[in-house]
């Protein structure tokens, strides 16, 4: 058991549903259970006014060389960028910007960015923005320094080859401007395949900011429902990741030679580091998420965003599953019929967008009762119990339903769209939208049960109106 094993007061802190955890019993043979969980972090600044000091870091990550900056147009004209460039100058730096990544980035957007990063004589990634922006900088980084004649080549297979990065990046500082998007502490990259129409990305640890600012005040003046939007992503990334299937049920190669590296996927899968972050994201969430949206103080925002990176910690190590599986096929398959979701200012990506956080909250109900009842066992009991008492600060019976009525009630509160038939998809197109999520390999084989097309179908049909 943990408690015998993690060192000092560690395993104090941990619930008591947490300790149930053991290490699995190898097998003869090369391939057995698991025994063992990585848990990778960057540098993380947290803190009101951590912007201003940006410059400063920078020039210590790049050694005094060109900075490339790489933000979008909206965000080019707030206030608090100008304390970033500010900063910038007086570190005496050189910054080349790039203002035109695009929200809810394609993979052809990415290829632009990494053209422009490329251009550069930049030491030092510097991006500001939500998650489009960076993720956007992680792939440029990527593309930039080691091109190929298609950036599918790197993309998560099926969609791509999931061919591994080849070697080390420029450091890369993300802050993130969003109270949601946990992409500054993930080794991640998701963008729409425009000619596949669908949603995919990069998965590969070497893409991690190597540090991430995250400074509240930039939140500040988000409109509502971005704060519900982007609110919810970190609500779904801390029960995907609390929920996801346990390290120990992964089949690991052991090889025989000792010189050769046992390379662990991103996804660990759930894990006693990953759920100590999860919880605190719930209790937070619990205390502020309706608070920010209604009112957007300070002090809400504030725990939105320290929910948002721990979550992000936690969903770069653990992983998500069916929530974001299944809402890449939603944000893809965008049509005439597509309703957008009301109050969020779509003015500002130029093109139909159906918010991330959004496209989550619509398959999140869903899973949480479909998981309850595919997983009759006393920890996953334990699991939706808790989440649903971080968030409503009660505790009620071990039920999935009771999760799931405390989402939709969340939804509901913040004017969020309840259910995918809202948005404009029918019953007609549940079976293309499976079809579409079957291949989100890295996310259905994170699920706490080994799903099956049928699964999806009941999830996508249980999604369409709450």
Known sequence: MFRRTLPGNFACCLHPSLLHYSPATPTDGDTRSDTCFEIHNNTVKFGRYALREVGRDCHHLGHGGTVALLTDSTI?????????????????LKV????????EPTDGSFVEAAAFLRGTDAKVVLSVGGGSVLDTAKAANLFAKYPRDNILDYVNAPVGKGMPCPGPLLPHIACPTTCGTGSECTPFAIC??????????????EITPTMAIVDPQACDSLPKAVIAASGFDVLSHSI????????TSRLQLFPRDPSR???????????PYSDMACERALQLLGRSYKKAVATQS????????????????????????????????????ITDAYRAPVGYPHHSTGHPTLPH???VALGAPSTVRHMAKAIKTDEMRRRLSRCD???????????GEYLADTLIDIMRHNGMPLGIETVGFSVSQVSELVKRCIPQKRLVDNAPWAVTEEDLTALYMGAMRY
């Open 76 to 92: 080019a004209r707030l206030p608090f960028f100008q304390d970033v460039l500010r900063s910038l100058k007086a570190a005496a």
């Open 96 to 103: 080349e910007v790039y203002d035109k990544t695009r929200v």
């Open 192 to 205: 729409d395949i425009v000619s596949m129409n669908c949603k995919s990305g990069i998965s590969s640890r």
């Open 240 to 247: 995907e990741s609390y929920t996801a299937r346990p390290y």
């Open 261 to 271: 590296r046992v390379a662990r996927p991103p996804f660990n899968g759930s894990n």
């Open 298 to 333: 300070q002090e809400a925002i504030d725990d939105m965003t320290l929910a948002s990176m721990l979550a992000g910690t936690a969903m770069g190590n653990a992983g998500c599953h069916l929530p974001h599986a299944m809402s890449y096929p939603l944000s893809g398959l």
């Open 357 to 359: 956080g959004y496209s």
């Open 389 to 399: 008492e971080f968030l409503t600060g009660g505790q009620r019976q071990d039920s």
